[in-house]
């Protein structure tokens, strides 16, 4: 499934902003995003149409389990947030296999376009967050919401504020 929603993101990314990307001039970007369209642009019709089929088949997949089971509940990230190289604010990042570990648990939601939402629940052992993801059903928002107050309101007490903190909300 992971390579069905690369294949559908990159197709995707590559119809809807390929041409100003083009237009503007591949060298305005970093060397990671040049590369992830030289990937993107490889992309068959046939590939395409071959990660929906597995679209497909996957989501009918998912609501098998939801005729049993309310929610899917996973980690919310494969691992914690690791450190930023000192090269990459300069150059970019491509990191894929530290990337594909963070989003591991999400590509089911954002392939098949199912609702989901995350809530913290602890920290590693570096201090890191660390958070619960819940998979709803189609237009299962609300109970999503619901489900995530509730956990959230079991581990406030638990809560840190990070260093720097910005609050958008005052």
């Keep these: 499934m992971r390579l069905a929603h690369y294949v559908t993101i990159g197709c995707e990314c590559n119809s809807s902003v390929g041409p100003a990307f083009k237009k503007s001039g591949m060298e305005v970007s970093g060397w990671d995003a040049r590369f992830a369209f030289c990937v993107y642009r490889s992309f068959s019709s046939k590939e395409f149409l071959n990660a929906q089929r597995l679209r497909y088949r996957q989501m ?5 389990i939801f005729k049993k089971a309310d929610v899917i509940v996973t980690p919310t990230t494969g691992v914690t947030a690791y450190s ?3 090269d990459a604010l300069k150059y970019g990042e491509l990191d894929y296999i530290n990337g594909a570990a963070l989003v591991r648990y999400q590509v089911a939601g954002n392939f098949l376009g199912l609702p989901a ?3 913290p629940v602890g920290y590693d052992k570096s201090g890191m967050p660390i958070g619960l993801q819940f998979i709803g059903r189609p237009w299962s928002e609300a109970t999503l919401l619901r489900l995530a107050f509730a956990i959230e309101a079991l581990f406030l007490r638990r809560y840190k504020r990070p260093e720097i903190f910005y609050d958008l909300l005052s």
């Design 84 to 86: 930023i190289q000192e």
């Design 117 to 119: 939402i995350t809530v």
């Design 60 to 64: 009918h997949y998912h609501m098998e």
